[in-house]
């Protein structure tokens, strides 16, 4: 066999290997992501898990972010039309992936406000503001407080909520469920179970409709 | 003259075979990061600032067979293995963790792959880099001869 053959054949062949195998890698992996959500939901859901939507959704919307995290911030509107668009159809469940070194203090604050019902103004000023607590990846916990009374908090009750160790531990499990479902980047979503196929805000309302379609 | 040939076209799949071990490494390299989405780490980017241009440096020696490829890529090859070496020392706890530079962001000790429990990603990076080095000096030796 001619030289070049030889090389031009392992390139192909090698090409092929990886096409398959990221093929199969993938397919593997949504089964295995599909069969965790029927079995242990709870890694999706926890029953300290946040909310929002009817009880009765049959399409489960599962986002872990981070409060300092920008793409987060341009989601949160996207995902609210989202959510409109599709009235008693979605659930939205917020679980938290607070990689930023910091951001967990945000998340706190969060948790705090959500004892005072004001978890979902609280979150639009955070994010707001964002660009100017958390300008270069660099989250500074004081510079928030000036902002948070704009959502009608009891600024006083928020300083005593936050420290409540039982929102700690609730990071801590998120963390731990967000590392089992392979969660290394912020917003990552799940619609019943399944992960987008790649990330952008397209992939996220198609796999939306492909599960609205299906379930109703 | 078809022992001259002979000599030469085992010397071509000398570096034919380093070629292929850098093309499976950068291959495989790629499907830890893009497929599985394993973050790579600094010392791994390091290893494959030295990975990545021998596939193309060892392609160009192979059309026409060209003898500089012995010159010019072992010096990747070797940079590759020190970085490699290092990362084995750390990933198996030689030396601390806490005095090497990528203790934030993505660690360079994680166990994200672990075959039979010897073959974890700096294993395998320094096997190739082992064999690809070892198969350039062979090739060396034969064409100053």
Redesign the interface.
């Known amino acids: 066999m001619k030289?070049?053959n030889?090389?031009l054949i392992?390139?192909i062949c090698?090409?092929i290997?990886?096409v398959l195998?990221?093929y199969f890698?993938?397919n593997q992996q949504l089964k295995k992501l599909g069969f965790m959500a029927k079995e242990n939901a709870s890694t999706f859901v926890r029953e300290y898990s946040l909310t929002l939507g009817s009880d009765d959704a049959k399409v489960y919307i599962v986002e872990f972010f981070d409060p300092a995290c920008e793409t987060c911030r341009d989601f949160y509107p996207f995902v609210k039309n989202l959510m409109a668009a599709n009235p008693g159809k979605m659930k939205l469940v917020v679980r938290y992936a607070p990689f930023h070194?910091g951001s967990d203090y945000f998340v706190k604050i969060l948790e705090a406000a959500r004892k005072q019902g004001k978890y979902w103004e609280t979150l639009e000023v955070m994010f707001n503001s964002q660009p100017y607590w958390a300008s270069h990846h660099d989250p500074q916990p004081q510079l928030i407080w000036q902002f948070l009374p704009q959502a009608g908090l009891n600024m006083e009750q928020i300083r005593n909520d936050m420290n409540d160790p039982e929102i700690a531990k609730h990071i801590e499990q998120d963390l731990a469920d967000a590392k089992t479902l392979?969660v290394?980047k912020t917003p990552e979503f799940f619609v019943n179970g399944k992960p987008l196929p790649s990330f952008g805000y397209n992939q996220l309302r198609e796999l939306v409709e492909t599960e609205i379609q299906a379930n109703y | 003259m078809p022992r001259l040939d002979q000599t030469s076209n085992s010397n071509w799949t000398i570096l034919f075979i380093c070629w292929l071990i850098a093309s499976i490494s950068t291959l495989g390299s790629l499907f830890f990061s893009e497929i599985m989405k394993f973050p790579p780490c600094v010392l791994c980017w390091y290893q494959r600032i030295c990975l990545f241009p021998l596939v193309l440096i060892l392609s160009m020696g192979l059309f026409p067979f060209d003898k500089s490829v012995v010159k010019f890529a072992p010096p990747l090859a070797l940079a590759g293995w020190f970085i490699a070496f290092y990362h084995n020392l750390l990933y198996s706890g030689i030396i601390p963790e806490n005095i090497q530079p990528c203790s934030q962001g993505v660690s360079c000790t994680e166990d994200y792959i672990n075959l039979f429990g010897i073959f974890t990603i700096p294993m395998l990076s320094i096997m190739a880099f082992s064999i690809i080095g070892v198969l350039l000096f062979i090739l060396k030796r034969r064409l100053s001869k």
């Open positions: 030289k070049q030889i090389v392992s390139a090698m090409v290997v990886f195998g990221s890698y993938k070194p392979n290394r």
